[in-house]
Every structure is written in structure tokens, then in C-alpha cells.
């Protein structure tokens, strides 16, 4: 039972270069997310795709930007990462909208 | 989607009831009420879910009154392992609209 699976799960990057955080599920859930946590705070929805074919911003998307690939996968790119983006990234699914949601294991990123 | 209020952080002793409240005065009919668990350096994890009245599984109760603007979940006999973020979310259940929405949360500690 893979369940939510992140790659990578640690990446330093220097300032200016680009990434994509890679996520896939294997629980058929049509909805997918991606976070950011930081330091002693909450977690922050970056964007978030409610079907396969759709995508929409949450609260931090700048900066950043999605693909919904298929079903299974939703990917995350930094086009010029900034030490600003230092952060814990987690992706969830859940089968719909306010349904049980269940998480990755994080990518943890550094900006240098 | 609603807003929730949580205490920032709680206090407890191994052995005794706990029960963080949650205020969601501005939810909506067709909202849910889910609180997720985390622990350091891990993902959110599922620990509830409910509309009205009273949830209980094997883990936790979920108390909602009538007016349903607050909530209230109550962690039984608490142990050391149950030191973890708790939060509350409200959103519409069961749509394909999905916007999980993770506000500061409630820090428990449990102390020997």
C-alpha cells in the first residue's frame, strides 16, 4: 500500500534554479493537493487540482506552478526558486472534495 | 469556506479526557466538520469526521451541537503519543469542489 508517494524527499537548490516535486497516489482519488509548511506554522495550500483536467490556485501560489498529469500524478514546479521557498512541501489526495485526505511523507526543500 | 478558531496550544497529563474546541460560526449548511492529526516532521493524518451531533470511532469523539458553530473533539485517556498539531476543518463534504484548508491548529502537549 504505497499510498501518497513525493519525490524527491530532500533537495537543497540554489537560488534562481527550477525543480519539480513529483507526486503520485494509487488510491484513485480524484483530488490532489500540494502544500508548504514552514517552521512552527500551519500548513498552506498552494494549489490543488479537484479532478483529473483541473487545477486552481489556494492561498500561496506564487511562485509556483502545476500539472495535473493524470489521474494519479501532480506535479509541482519551482520555475526560479528563492530562499523564501524553503519549506516543507506535502502533497495529499482525497477521493472528493472534504473527504478523508491522506498525505505524503514531505519534501523537505532548502533555498541557498 | 468558514472560518475556525482553535486555541493555539493545550496542556494535559497522560490519563486524562481532552477536548479542543473549534469555533466555526460562519459554516455553511452543506460543511463538514474534520480534524487531522500531525505529528513532527509527518503529514497530516485523518482523525474524524462529522456533521451533527455526535461521531465516534475508534480514536476520538466528535461533539457538534445544534446550531453547529463550534465543535468540539474529545481524545479519551491521552498517552505521550498523542503530543502532536491538531486541526480543525470546515468545508462542504462529498464534492467534487475540494479546497482543504489547514488553519494554525491547536498544539497538545501530554505530560508524564
Known amino acids: 500500500n504505497a499510498g501518497v508517494t513525493q519525490t524527491p524527499k530532500f533537495q537543497v537548490l540554489k537560488t534562481g534554479q527550477s525543480m519539480t516535486l513529483q507526486c503520485a497516489q494509487d488510491?484513485?482519488?480524484?483530488?490532489m493537493y500540494w502544500y508548504r509548511q514552514d517552521p512552527g506554522m500551519g500548513l498552506r495550500l498552494i494549489y490543488y487540482s479537484a479532478s483529473e483536467g483541473t487545477t486552481d490556485k489556494g492561498e500561496v501560489p506564487n511562485g509556483y506552478n502545476v500539472s495535473r498529469l493524470n489521474k494519479r500524478e501532480f506535479s509541482l514546479r519551482l520555475e526560479s526558486a528563492a530562499p523564501s521557498q524553503t519549506s516543507v512541501y506535502f502533497c495529499?489526495?482525497?477521493?472528493?472534495?472534504?473527504?478523508?485526505?491522506?498525505f505524503g511523507q514531505g519534501t523537505r526543500l532548502t533555498v541557498v | 469556506l468558514a472560518k475556525t478558531t482553535q486555541p493555539i496550544s493545550m496542556d494535559s497529563y497522560e490519563g486524562q479526557e481532552v477536548n479542543i474546541t473549534c469555533s466555526h460560526n460562519n459554516i455553511a449548511t452543506n460543511d463538514y466538520i474534520t480534524w487531522y492529526q500531525q505529528f513532527p516532521s509527518q503529514g497530516p493524518r485523518f482523525i474524524i469526521q462529522g456533521y451533527k451531533t455526535k461521531v465516534t470511532n475508534e480514536v476520538a469523539s466528535l461533539f457538534i451541537p445544534a446550531d453547529r458553530k463550534s465543535s468540539t473533539l474529545s481524545l479519551p485517556r491521552v498517552s505521550l503519543s498523542d503530543t502532536a498539531v491538531y486541526y480543525c476543518l470546515v468545508g462542504a463534504g462529498g464534492t467534487s469542489y475540494g479546497k482543504l484548508t489547514f488553519g494554525q491548529g491547536t498544539i497538545l502537549t501530554v505530560h508524564p
Open positions: 495529499a489526495s482525497s477521493p472528493t472534495g472534504f473527504t478523508e485526505a491522506f
Open positions: 488510491m484513485n482519488h480524484n483530488s
